[in-house]
């Protein structure tokens, strides 16, 4: 039986860290990115992913100018998000920020609308703000064709969502071999409970944000012996197009230049053979040997933290830095989840509740030291 995307092909246009003139606060090269776009359409390819944040709200309008002004609306899916958590106090002003993403991308519909980063604090926004309720008088109208969230949480709350609102369509999150076994992401159990709710999947962050690009050597040689012609991050695109039930997968494409190495991979996908996998099986064993914090994400020592300090998230950020040596990713990261509602790593007042409840026995305190001192 045939699932919704499964003839979408399954290299999709992540709209998020597009190129750039002046660094990531200036201005959309749009000259490059209307190249991106007409050899991303040539090659076959149409799923193109925006956001209303994205770019500092750069980002849907350059989707205007460079796909929806210049080609047909029925050639491409476009997707966009609403981001309830980010800013509006009333049901109205909510509601308002998908008529904004409408008018700046000019596309008439969305083929897919999503609910922006379920999860944690985060959902109670859309319940508070009826937002489920309003993309589905949106598909009845025909302003959007298919209805769904994107996702960062846990497993278990995720099946939650999906119980609790069974006619969503779809489910965004992030996968990769990465962070196929991680306490806080926990891609593999995200993706079990999207296959039990029989949920398609788009896959977002495949690359980990760039980390399985450019992996330490003791993790690089084992791709390179396994084929020195194929790039690091094919590796992790096809690991995560080779599941079943995807839509497509996301890459955040930046430059003309990485486009075209996505495209030589994926043109002619094919799912990893056996073999395949066992070479990103070995990869993925030498990361977590890597030493790190320790951390399984239960949670416990949020729970009593005063603060309100996300620790396992400020963890998982530290361990970017540990594992891949991505100092930029895992300052962005740590930037995030303040973002999100978490206090500073320095704002822990050494009161000790945490450590007493970590089952890992985590030195904590002397941790969130650590992460302050490397990350802020």
């Avoid at 749009?30 to 090659?43: C, R, T, Y």
């Avoid at 969503?168 to 992030?174: R, S, Y």
């Avoid at 012996?225 to 955040?252: K, M, Y």
Wanted: glycine share 8%.
């Amino acid at each position: 039986m045939a699932y919704l995307g499964e003839n979408i092909r399954k290299l999709g246009f992540g709209l998020m860290r597009l190129p750039m003139i002046g660094g990531h606060d200036g201005e959309v090269d749009i000259g490059q990115f209307k190249e991106m776009v007409d050899l991303f359409l040539a090659k076959g390819f149409t799923y193109f992913d925006t956001a209303y944040g994205y770019a500092n709200g750069k980002s849907e309008a350059a989707a205007k100018t460079a796909l929806v002004d210049r080609y047909p609306r029925e050639s491409f899916q476009l997707a966009t998000k609403l981001p309830a958590w980010a800013g509006p106090e009333t049901a109205e002003e909510a509601k308002q920020m998908f008529q904004t993403s409408l008018e700046r991308t000019g596309a008439g519909y969305f083929d897919f609308y999503l609910l922006h980063n379920c999860g944690g604090g985060r959902t109670a926004s859309f319940d508070k703000f009826g937002i489920w309720d309003y993309v589905r008088e949106l598909k009845e109208k025909g302003l959007i064709k298919h209805m769904g969230f994107s996702f960062h949480d846990t497993a278990d709350e995720l099946d939650r969502l999906l119980t609790a609102h069974p006619d969503m369509e779809f489910v965004q999150l992030q996968i990769n071999y990465g962070d196929w076994e991680s306490g806080s992401v926990q891609s593999r159990k995200c993706y079990e409970v999207a296959l039990k709710h029989n949920k398609p999947i788009i896959i977002m962050e495949p690359v980990k944000g760039g980390a399985l690009a450019n992996l330490p050597d003791r993790v690089g040689c084992i791709f390179r012996e396994a084929d020195p012609t194929l790039p690091q991050a094919s590796w992790a695109i096809r690991f995560a197009a080779s599941l079943q039930n995807i839509v497509t997968v996301l890459s955040g494409m930046s430059t003309l230049d990485q486009m075209k190495s996505n495209i030589s991979y994926m043109e002619n996908f094919k799912p990893l053979s056996a073999e395949e996998k066992a070479v990103v099986e070995r990869a993925r064993q030498v990361l977590i040997d890597i030493p790190q914090v320790p951390c399984t994400s239960c949670a416990y020592c949020v729970k009593d933290c005063p603060q309100g300090i996300h620790i396992p998230q400020m963890f998982d950020a530290m361990n970017r830095y540990l594992v891949y040596d991505d100092l930029d990713a895992a300052k962005f990261a740590c930037g995030l989840e303040q973002m999100f509602g978490s206090a500073k790593a320095s704002a822990c007042i050494a009161c000790g509740a945490c450590e007493s409840v970590c089952p890992q026995k985590i030195q904590i305190i002397d941790e969130l030291k650590r992460v302050a001192t490397t990350l802020e």
